[in-house]
C-alpha cells in the first residue's frame, strides 16, 4: 500500500503536469507532510487536537432562515484563518475536519434560494478571511432543449 506522503507526491506531479509548470512543495507546520508552498491555506484535520465551542452572535432574520443550529469553534492552530461557512446538510459531515483545521470557524446551515442573501453580512461581521460555501445539488435534470 502507497504512504500518504507517495500518493501527495504523485497527485502534486500531475497537478504540475496539467498546470504546465512544477508544483513547489514545503514541510508542513503541523505534520510530516508536504504541501504546496504557494497555499493560502491547507485543511489539517487535527491541527489543534480539539475545537472549542464558542458563543456566536445570531441575527433573529438569520437564525430564521436557518436549517440547522449554528455553530462556532475556535481552534489553536498555526495560522490566521477563520472562515464562515454556508453549507446544507451536505457540509454537516465536513463540520468537524474543517473546525479542526482553521483559527476559528462559524458554521451556518441554511437552503440556499433565489436572491437570498440573508446571513451574507457575517462574514465581516465576524471578520472572516476565508468564506466556504458548500451546497450540493441533489436533483440534476436533463440539459435544457432535451
Given at each position: 500500500m502507497a504512504?500518504?506522503?507517495m500518493m501527495w507526491s504523485e497527485l502534486?506531479?500531475?497537478?504540475?503536469?496539467?498546470?504546465?509548470?512544477?508544483v513547489s512543495l514545503t514541510k508542513a507546520l503541523t505534520c510530516d507532510l508536504e504541501v504546496p508552498a504557494e497555499a493560502d491555506f491547507v485543511?489539517?484535520?487535527?491541527?489543534?487536537?480539539?475545537a472549542h465551542p464558542v458563543?456566536?452572535?445570531?441575527?433573529?432574520?438569520?437564525?430564521?432562515?436557518?436549517?440547522g443550529p449554528a455553530q462556532a469553534f475556535r481552534c489553536d492552530?498555526?495560522?490566521?484563518v477563520d472562515a464562515v461557512i454556508f453549507q446544507d446538510s451536505f457540509g454537516?459531515?465536513?463540520?468537524?475536519i474543517?473546525?479542526?483545521?482553521?483559527?476559528?470557524?462559524?458554521?451556518?446551515?441554511?437552503?440556499?434560494?433565489?436572491?437570498?442573501?440573508?446571513?451574507?453580512?457575517?462574514?465581516?461581521?465576524?471578520?472572516?478571511?476565508?468564506?466556504?460555501?458548500i451546497l450540493v445539488e441533489r436533483s440534476l435534470g436533463p440539459p435544457p432543449g432535451l
Open positions: 504512504s500518504p506522503r502534486a506531479s500531475f497537478a504540475g503536469f496539467l498546470r504546465g509548470a512544477p485543511i489539517d484535520h487535527g491541527a489543534c487536537g480539539v458563543p456566536l452572535p445570531m441575527p433573529a432574520e438569520l437564525q430564521s432562515r436557518l436549517t492552530v498555526p495560522g490566521s454537516t459531515a465536513l463540520t468537524p474543517l473546525t479542526e483545521s482553521f483559527r476559528s470557524t462559524a458554521s451556518f446551515r441554511t437552503t440556499a434560494g433565489p436572491n437570498d442573501s440573508v446571513g451574507y453580512g457575517m462574514p465581516e461581521k465576524l471578520r472572516a478571511n476565508l468564506v466556504l460555501e
